[in-house]
């Protein structure tokens, strides 16, 4: 079963047909969704589509387009919805300075808050990271990472970065992008990156794969980006769906072997 790292499906692009489309994805062969929050408000809409939907399950954390929001009071309303049991990371968290949403002192600040939150409530890592290679590494170091590791989101950094995030044992995420023609860099790194290390994402509803690129992306379109890891590694897309299952069920369920019941 394909096991979905990185959804967003409280996002409106699903308001219209999301208790339909949820339901079928399992028909087409996913066994597993993570979906991650990015503000306060997806954190609850997450908490409760991982309630209705068993193979659905959550991160509750705060992008850094929308660290701005954070205040000590909402903080503290973060930390106990960690604790809910269908929550199994922290994230989406870290830095964002292509769009420079908000300043990067306070973008800093709450990525290492939510770092020490992860270490505090147990919990593995999902971080989002562009155009701030440096400063990510920086404070994950600082913060001596995460105890539970994590994976880097939409990778988007060259192999000399993916080297040094899987020194520190972190996955590294890959979704549409690699189908993408002027996805060298990102090929690069996946040929670079061992299998093992490597988790499928869609980031859904954005960054649809080759042939639906520029349309709403689900996962159900993840047979395409296994297919292109495959091409690259000279194995099977079934290979790459099974091991990436592993992966993804070692980093948030503490168990590559974990079946829902
Ligand atoms: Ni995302």
Not at 99 to 128: T, Y
Not at 172 to 197: H, S, W
């Amino acid at each position: 079963m394909i096991f979905e790292s990185h959804a967003h499906y409280d996002d409106e692009a699903f308001d219209t047909d999301r208790d339909e489309l949820l339901p079928r994805l399992r028909q087409q062969g996913i066994g597993y969704v993570m979906n991650i929050s990015s503000d306060i408000s997806s954190v609850s809409a997450c908490i409760a589509l991982a309630e209705k939907y068993p193979f659905v399950y959550a991160a509750a954390g705060i992008h850094p387009d929308d660290t701005g929001e954070l205040n000590e009071d909402n903080f503290e309303w973060l930390k106990k919805q960690c604790g809910h049991k269908k929550v199994l990371a922290v994230g989406e968290i870290g830095l964002d300075y292509y769009w420079d949403n908000v300043e990067r002192e306070v973008q800093k600040k709450w990525f290492a808050r939510q770092l020490a939150l992860a270490n505090e409530m147990s919990l593995p890592v999902v971080i989002h990271s562009r155009d701030a290679a440096k400063d990510t590494l920086d404070i994950m170091k600082a913060e001596k990472a995460v105890e539970k590791r994590g994976v880097i989101h939409c990778f988007s950094y060259t192999k000399e970065s993916a080297r040094e995030f899987l020194a520190m044992g972190y996955l590294i995420g890959v979704g549409g992008v690699v189908t993408f023609q002027n996805a060298k860099k990102l090929r690069e790194c996946v040929a670079y990156v061992p299998m093992d290390r490597i988790l499928l994402e869609t980031d859904s509803p954005y960054l649809a794969p080759v042939p639906y690129r520029g349309k709403r992306n689900c996962s159900g379109y993840l047979p395409y980006v296994a297919e292109k890891i495959a091409e690259i590694k000279g194995i099977s897309g079934e290979e790459v769906i099974e091991v990436t299952e592993k992966n993804a069920k070692r980093l948030f369920m503490g168990n590559e072997d974990f079946e829902a019941k």
